[in-house]
């Protein structure tokens, strides 16, 4: 045999030894190596298990966390440390919606006093011996100026009374009328005046003259006294007589107290000063007739 038959011969052999362990090996696994993918499972399995514990116990530690804050406090101690950490924010005050107030409506002001003369209310001579009460509204006034004894605003009277006497040679009257407003009681009162100031100067068949004289007072409200005076004849004989009154207005209401007697009644003779007198004893109790009193 020569040399390179024998190498290829120890070759062959070599070959058949690889392919008989190789045989082997796929048929009959080492035990080693049955040993190795025993392990292999277990650990399989224990990887399995610890990663199923690490994520209960994950679980856990994120609920604790959520519950009692990350170093395990109270939550009332995480939620006021985040409470901390975190800008504040304030809500602005709501205002409420104003609601008005509910109020009454406004009564309108009143324009005049009463209007009726109250039943307790008596005028001067009421109630005594010889005098007489009148209650008729449309009633004239007693005095009688040119013809005039009623004015326009006397068809508004509200109320109107008169006392009065008669006697020898002697008339008295006292005479309250009250208005609607104290509008109309002035516009009797200009009325009044305007008919003694235009009542021309009159003469008598027996040549006496009869005139008007008119003068304001000063006793509080609208007031003035008149007087009708007449002058003797010529021939010297006297005429009978003459009308004296004073007329005082106070709010909505006009009092006049009238007389009428023999002789010549002058503004500046004793009887005018005690009818000025007397008017101005009266016109207090008429605040009655005003909005505010006096």
């Known amino acids: ?16 030894s690889s392919a008989a362990r190789a045989e082997e090996q796929a048929t009959a696994p080492p035990a080693g190596h049955v040993h190795q993918r025993a392990r292999s499972r277990q650990q399989g399995r224990a990887a399995a298990l610890t ?29 006021s440390e985040s ?59 007693p005095s009688d100026v040119c013809g005039n004894n009623s004015y326009p605003g006397d068809a508004m009277r509200t109320d109107f009374r008169a006392v009065s006497a008669s006697g020898l040679e ?12 104290a509008d109309t009681a002035v516009g009797v009162m200009s009325d009044m005046r305007a008919a003694i100031e235009g009542c021309p100067d009159q003469e008598s068949p ?18 003035f006294i008149a007087v009708q005076t007449s002058s003797v004849t010529p021939s010297g004989e006297t005429t009978s007589g003459g009308q004296l009154f004073a007329v005082v207005r106070v709010g909505n209401a006009i009092y006049m107290t009238y007389n009428f007697a023999d002789g010549f009644p002058t503004l500046d003779g004793d009887f005018a000063a005690e009818t000025a007198a007397a008017l101005a004893d009266f016109a207090p109790r008429m605040c009655i007739f005003t909005v505010a009193g006096c």
Not at 1 to 16: A, H, P, Q
Not at 170 to 181: E, I, K, R, S
Not at 206 to 223: C, F, K, P, Q, Y
């Open 1 to 16: 045999m020569t040399d390179f038959e024998g190498f290829d011969d120890m070759i062959r052999r070599s070959l058949r």
């Open 51 to 79: 990663f199923a514990v690490v994520a209960i116990l994950g679980g856990g530690t994120a609920l604790a966390a959520a519950t009692f804050g990350d170093d395990g406090g109270s939550p009332a101690a995480t939620q």
């Open 83 to 141: 409470a901390a950490d975190s800008p504040t924010m304030t809500t602005p005050p709501t205002t409420p919606p104003t609601t008005p107030p509910i109020t009454s409506p406004t009564p309108p002001e009143p324009t005049s006093g009463a209007t009726q003369i109250p039943d307790d209310f008596t005028l001067p001579g009421q109630g005594d011996p010889g005098w007489e009460t009148h209650e008729v509204l449309t009633a004239d006034w």
């Open 170 to 181: 002697m008339d008295a009257t006292n005479a309250l009328a009250v208005y609607d407003l």
């Open 206 to 223: 027996s040549g006496s003259v009869t005139s008007w004289e008119i003068r304001a007072l000063d006793i509080g409200g609208e007031s």
